[in-house]
């Protein structure tokens, strides 16, 4: 398809030499030639020399350098973007295309990766600071016959060897680095930093660049293998986070393989990185792959287990107090939380965060009915609070892994007597929880409901509203931080505010069937109508004019305003008329006039 369109593209009469380089017509060639045709000239393709590179003509090479083409000029099109033919060349894996250029001399004055005009380059690429010789992109494509013939053409300086080996890595191309070891000398920076690469996902090459993952996992442990035998430090750690390669590598699936090797070759699973963080923390979270399709979530379970088998604990806390043991108290399967305590003669369920949070805390959150029923059984303390004020049942409220498993959540520790009237440090209660919960579950919010007033949950509890809640709703000591960062929108606001904010029809059906108050006012004098009218939802939810509306109404046959106005004097009149609706509706107590 592609020679078919360049075929195409080139019967344009202007373009004859160009086609007759893709041809390989030497005849043709050495008249246009002869009849001092442009060499020079342009097209979607770049120049005539260009086109008898990438349709790997070396007899039209050849004729195209005796007739004086320019091999030093870059292709002036948007297909590539190179410095000059011979990258080009390496780019399309020509091999006896890239001898030939060699020969006639082309970038041999070309100093170091880092140094080379940009000049023809988009903004784009620019930007990125895309510098590549012949030799880095030689690697990056995985052409180790042109990477083997480049280091024996010339003496590579260390920055174009280093570069080279990092792009290597980037591919997990085993043969490239192999024959860059072979072929040069790199620096013991270059090796550090290529197997801090080849310890992460293998990235795709497609014909707009890089692209995603892509699993050759042998590969990727001879690449590592070859690192570490040339001498690159197997507990290196990276400058910013400080992350070594056994961070990087089990921290995804899809490279447990390289788990595997450094594991075998000594590393050190009780390193820390800044955050405090030994390898075995960055595996207890769940992935989703892949993101190119329909994702599915995996577990990293081999990882997870070679590391225990290497003396990795569980119970290491990091610079916040948190052990891995949290992270999958929050993420993981029962049976796997079950495999780390067993691998522990004395586990410590009651280990606590510098914020107080508890592994109850975590499983509750994360909707972790098995997690939480395990830790209750083995005398987690249900009502216990963190340093803010949250229990497991505030936590427990969210819709981690849906209504049905929070639901089972959040019944379970009432049954066990988890208190309905806990207060957060934020003012946040269960009721408060509540109110975020989709429509989706009317029966079980209902009778939740229900329930927590009947255990003394407080109608008229007042909170404050953090930002951002169009995005996500921190909890505990990330809703702590995220006050501090930034104003709340509100404060003083009853669940039947949020409710309403939220378009959660059940809930505040329920609220007001218990007396729930609908002329409350917040900080911002707002009162649950006008929240439905002009409130962003929680979780960035699809809340719609007629929904509103429907809330709104709701409100109004339980007694609230019609004619009320917020602090900004916005008024759910105003919004009516905005929003192309009857100023009057018979659910008023009175038209405003």
Wanted: proline residues 4%; glycine residues 8%.
């Amino acid at each position: 398809m592609a020679n078919f369109s360049r075929d195409n593209t080139l019967q344009n009469p202007e373009l004859a030499l160009h086609l007759a380089a893709h041809k390989n017509d030497i005849i043709k060639l050495r008249a246009l030639i002869s009849e001092n045709c442009d060499l020079e000239r342009g097209s979607s393709y770049g120049t005539a020399l260009h086109v008898a590179i990438t349709s790997d003509q070396p007899d039209a090479v050849r004729i195209l350098l005796d007739a004086g083409a320019d091999s030093e000029k870059p292709p002036d099109c948007s297909s590539y973007e190179c410095e000059n033919s011979l990258v080009l060349a390496a780019i399309w894996g020509k091999r006896a295309i890239v001898k030939i250029l060699w020969d006639h001399g082309v970038a041999h004055d070309l100093p170091s990766v880092h140094k080379p005009s940009l000049d023809h380059l988009s903004n784009q690429r620019k930007s990125a600071k895309i510098r590549l010789s012949a030799l880095s992109q030689a690697a990056l494509q995985g052409f180790d016959g042109i990477v083997s013939d480049l280091c024996a053409w010339r003496a590579m300086d260390a920055d174009e060897m280093d570069a080279a080996l990092f792009l290597g890595a980037v591919r997990w191309e085993d043969d490239v680095i192999q024959a860059l070891l072979q072929g040069g000398k790199v620096t013991q920076d270059g090796l550090d930093e290529a197997l801090l690469r080849a310890a992460s996902h293998r990235i795709m090459l497609t014909e707009r660049g890089l692209a995603a993952v892509d699993m050759r996992p042998q590969k990727q442990g001879r690449v590592i293998e070859l690192l570490l035998d040339a001498g690159a430090r197997i507990n290196i750690q990276q400058p910013v986070s400080g992350n070594t390669a056994l961070h990087i590598s089990a921290s995804s699936p899809d490279t447990v393989g390289a788990v595997r090797v450094l594991l075998e070759r000594g590393a050190d699973v009780h390193i820390r990185n800044k955050k405090g963080e030994t390898a075995i923390a960055g595996a207890m979270v769940k992935q989703r792959r892949p993101p190119y399709k329909q994702p599915r979530e995996i577990y990293n379970t081999d990882a997870i287990m070679m590391l225990l088998q290497h003396g990795a604990s569980v119970f290491v806390t990091d610079n916040f107090g948190q052990t891995p043991m949290h992270i999958l108290a929050y993420y993981g399967t029962y049976s796997l939380f079950q495999r780390c305590l067993d691998y522990h003669s004395n586990p410590n369920i009651f280990v606590t965060t510098l914020y107080g949070e508890t592994l109850l805390h975590r499983a509750a959150n994360g909707n972790q009915v098995e997690i939480v029923e395990r830790l209750l059984a083995d005398g987690a303390c249900i009502n216990e609070t963190s340093s803010s004020g949250w229990t497991a049942l505030i936590f427990a409220l969210s819709e981690k892994l849906g209504g049905v498993e929070m639901l089972q959540v959040v019944n379970l520790l009432l049954d066990h007597g988890a208190k309905a009237t806990d207060t957060t440090e934020e003012g946040w209660t269960a009721l408060h929880r509540v109110a975020d919960v989709s429509d989706r579950y009317h029966e079980g919010v209902t009778a939740l409901i229900d329930r927590l007033i009947s255990l003394g949950a407080d109608t008229e509890a007042r909170a404050v509203v953090p930002g951002n809640i169009d995005k996500y709703r921190p909890v505990g000591y990330h809703l702590k931080l995220s006050l501090q960062e930034q104003p709340p929108i509100a404060s003083e606001q009853t669940p039947l505010h949020w409710a309403a904010s939220n378009g959660s029809v059940t809930v505040v059906e329920a609220l007001l069937r218990h007396g729930a108050n609908p002329v409350a006012r917040d900080s911002t004098n707002s009162t649950p109508a006008l929240c439905a009218a002009y409130a962003q939802p929680v979780y960035g939810r699809e809340y719609s004019i007629a929904k509103r509306q429907q809330v709104i109404k709701l409100l109004l046959t339980h007694g609230a305003g019609y004619e009320d106005e917020d602090a900004n004097g916005r008024g759910v009149y105003g919004w009516a008329a905005v929003n192309g609706l009857p100023l009057w509706w018979p659910e008023c107590r009175r038209r405003k006039v």
